[in-house]
């Protein structure tokens, strides 16, 4: 089967729209309806039904998704593994968001050449969207993330749980409602949890989408934010940054993804030095 037709599938069962699909793969809206023509041509099977507000799966189209994703996956696999130099027996692929590569994936990278030192490791960063659809799409092996979504053939495993302390360069402030409060938005959870515990809070004067963004902000220009305690432990031992005492403290689990049918000795091992070293970080 033509690999590109099983990653047509997939995005159009992602985003449940033939122009999406397009766009996330970047081809032709046309090109996606012949992809998908060819393909139920293929299996003799309807996969999508189609109206106004976009598609849906099909019975047949539901049970072929866990094939479609293992077909890519599987290919993806070969095509990295030919390509090896003699003195490896196999590679790796992981992909995590860049605040837990500082404290987390950073200490699993050795781990896990000294483990096992015959194993190439692929490494990048991503956000959680694109790294579920590399995942899908055989990219990755392992995703490291904050917000992973529910996929077929998926196993989503919660690796640590970050606390979010309120920080600030000023000893006095009493909570966010200082002048130099600096909103981070650190997902759809914390929005609703800091909503919740701040609701009469004016708009904050700065946000910023980025974690080590908002610190940096912050040490330089003065105030206070949110952060996980890892990435403020250090600055508060140095005395250039203080906890506010009395103030909620939001907590952000962080899970790794990855896929329900690899069960080789390496790919256990990976995950094991993940838990391992989630098991340092999650300890105050």
């Given at each position: 089967?033509?690999?590109?037709?099983?990653?047509t599938?997939?995005?159009?069962?992602?985003?449940?729209?033939?122009?999406?699909?397009?766009d996330?793969?970047?081809?032709?809206?046309?090109?996606?309806?012949?992809?998908?023509?060819?393909?139920?041509?293929s299996?003799?099977?309807?996969?999508?039904?189609?109206?106004?507000?976009?598609?849906?799966?099909t019975?047949?189209?539901?049970?072929?998704?866990k094939?479609?994703?293992?077909?890519?996956?599987?290919?993806?696999?070969?095509?990295?593994?030919?390509?090896?130099?003699?003195?490896?027996?196999?590679?790796?692929?992981i992909?995590?968001?860049?605040?837990?590569?500082?404290?987390?994936?950073?200490k699993?990278?050795?781990w896990?050449?000294?483990?096992?030192?015959?194993?190439?490791?692929k490494?990048?960063?991503?956000?959680?969207?694109?790294?579920?659809?590399?995942?899908?799409?055989?990219?990755?092996?392992?995703?490291?993330?904050?917000?992973?979504?529910s996929?077929?053939?998926?196993?989503?495993?919660e690796?640590?749980?970050?606390?979010?302390v309120?920080?600030?360069t000023?000893?006095?402030?009493?909570?966010?409602?200082d002048?130099?409060?600096?909103?981070?938005?650190?997902?759809?959870?914390f929005?609703?949890?800091f909503?919740s515990?701040?609701?009469?809070?004016?708009?904050?004067?700065?946000s910023?989408?980025?974690?080590?963004?908002?610190?940096?902000?912050?040490?330089?220009?003065?105030?206070s934010?949110?952060f996980?305690?890892?990435?403020?432990?250090?600055?508060?031992?140095?005395?250039?940054?203080?906890?506010?005492?009395?103030?909620?403290?939001?907590?952000?689990?962080?899970?790794?993804?990855?896929?329900?049918?690899?069960?080789?000795?390496?790919?256990k091992?990976?995950?094991?030095?993940?838990?391992?070293?989630a098991?340092?970080?999650n300890?105050?």
């Amino acid at each position: 089967m033509d690999i590109d037709l099983a990653r047509t599938f997939l995005a159009v069962a992602e985003t449940g729209n033939f122009n999406k699909a397009a766009d996330q793969i970047n081809v032709s809206q046309s090109t996606i309806s012949m992809r998908v023509k060819a393909l139920e041509d293929s299996l003799g099977q309807s996969l999508f039904v189609r109206n106004k507000n976009g598609t849906v799966l099909t019975g047949a189209g539901a049970n072929f998704q866990k094939y479609a994703v293992a077909l890519i996956r599987t290919w993806e696999q070969a095509r990295q593994e030919t390509a090896l130099p003699q003195n490896f027996r196999g590679i790796l692929s992981i992909g995590g968001q860049f605040t837990l590569w500082e404290r987390l994936l950073l200490k699993w990278i050795p781990w896990m050449r000294a483990a096992v030192p015959d194993l190439a490791i692929k490494a990048e960063v991503g956000l959680s969207d694109g790294l579920m659809r590399h995942l899908l799409d055989g990219m990755i092996d392992i995703g490291v993330m904050y917000n992973p979504l529910s996929r077929p053939g998926l196993v989503i495993e919660e690796l640590l749980t970050e606390k979010l302390v309120l920080a600030s360069t000023n000893e006095k402030t009493k909570g966010p409602d200082d002048k130099n409060f600096i909103y981070v938005n650190w997902g759809p959870d914390f929005r609703v949890n800091f909503s919740s515990a701040f609701p009469n809070l004016e708009t904050p004067a700065l946000s910023v989408g980025h974690g080590q963004l908002g610190l940096q902000c912050v040490l330089e220009n003065k105030g206070s934010g949110y952060f996980p305690m890892r990435l403020v432990r250090s600055h508060i031992s140095a005395g250039t940054l203080f906890l506010v005492r009395n103030t909620p403290i939001f907590l952000r689990p962080a899970f790794i993804v990855y896929p329900k049918d690899r069960s080789d000795e390496r790919f256990k091992t990976a995950l094991q030095g993940l838990r391992f070293v989630a098991s340092i970080e999650n300890e105050e």
